[in-house]
């Protein structure tokens, strides 16, 4: 098992991650109502974009430059 790429993790983006994961899961009921079917960035607690597409989405996101850790999750219905 090659375990390399654990030493390139950040783990303060790590830990960013997991918190907005688990914040998006507290509030997973919220976006079943107004996200459903779609891919959602998540930043700070916030929403910063979403799409149905996740290409599309990434493709935003790159264009807007985020390298902070943005969590990104599919709101099944």
């Known amino acids: 098992m090659n375990l390399e790429f654990v030493k390139d993790l950040d783990l303060e983006n790590v830990k960013k991650i997991k918190e907005r994961l688990e914040w998006f899961y507290l509030n997973y009921e919220y976006f079943k109502r107004y996200y459903v079917g779609k891919h959602v960035a998540i930043k700070d607690q916030k929403v910063i974009d979403c799409d149905r597409s996740l290409d599309t989405l990434l493709e935003r996101l ?16």
């Open 62 to 77: 790159q264009i807007r430059d985020y390298r902070d850790s943005i969590a990104i999750e599919f709101v099944y219905p």
